[in-house]
């Protein structure tokens, strides 16, 4: 069945210092995003869709297209501050765009089958991509069916920094109830600490891994409206993908199966974990988890 990869890579990566999505990691100077894109093409997805900014729009595509080209098909769509809903209009103190949410609106013109929506700059590891098409194929007939990939707290945290989670709360069968966004947890040697919250770090985490079925493309654009109406006049509010699927849960309009994995996320919030990230992907290559040249 067709599956689409929907790559959010419009972020600014004001904590890095630069532009993360295209900083490379791996031993042939691969990205982040080209593990994620080799990893989605072994689970099945047969489409990827990249949502850049205009500004970086001709040096992003000279580059993907030239690795990736002949193994999957691309497309790519732009996160743009000023695509808002007729009758709303931008505060001039915004400069960022609006947050995941309109990120991935951002791509609804260019998907038309069950598609995961990543992070570019977020590793997450062959088996969360394994499960997640395994999800989107066997629900392929129920359009409110979703699915967000859960990650235990622990093997998402940084050593250089606090970072920012959706905290994940489940029935017994494992659907999602909620998803509370902590922007402030950091590791302690017990566990965690979110402010003055203390965490295990064996909660169920979400790295904005999702899986979602084109019918979402309605929710988020409905939900933005309401968003805008709501908070568009604060120049740092931001429209979260986790905050629609709460709405929906709330009001019986969709579930979402939480798969939880064993993955461990590598990432580089911060400058000084490139080093690490380096090394894991220099372990898995050795371990033959990778090719030394991904696209060869």
Known sequence: MPKTLLVL???IGSRYGGLKQMD????????ILDYSVFDAIRAGFNRVVFVIRREIATDFKAIISSRMEGHIEIAYAIQDLTDVPQGFTVPPERKKPWGTGHAT????????????????????GAESYRRL??????TAADPRHYAMVGYILRNTLSDHGHVARGLCTT?????????????????TETGARCDDRQLTADEIVSMNLWGFKPSFFAHLRNEFQSFLAQQGNDPKAEYFVPTVVNTLIARGEARC???????????VTYPEEKAGVVAAIRALVDQGAYPAALWA
């Open 171 to 187: 029935d017994a069968q494992g659907t999602l109830t909620g998803v509370e966004e902590l922007t402030n947890i950091v590791k």
């Open 24 to 31: 490379p990691v791996g031993p042939s100077g691969e990205f």
């Open 105 to 124: 609106l951002a791509g609804a013109e260019a998907v038309n089958s069950p598609f995961a929506v990543i992070n570019a700059d977020d590793f997450y």
């Open 9 to 11: 890579a419009a972020g």
């Open 257 to 267: 199966t939480v798969l939880t994995t064993p993955s461990k996320w590598v990432g």
């Open 133 to 138: 098409a395994r999800f989107l194929d066997e």
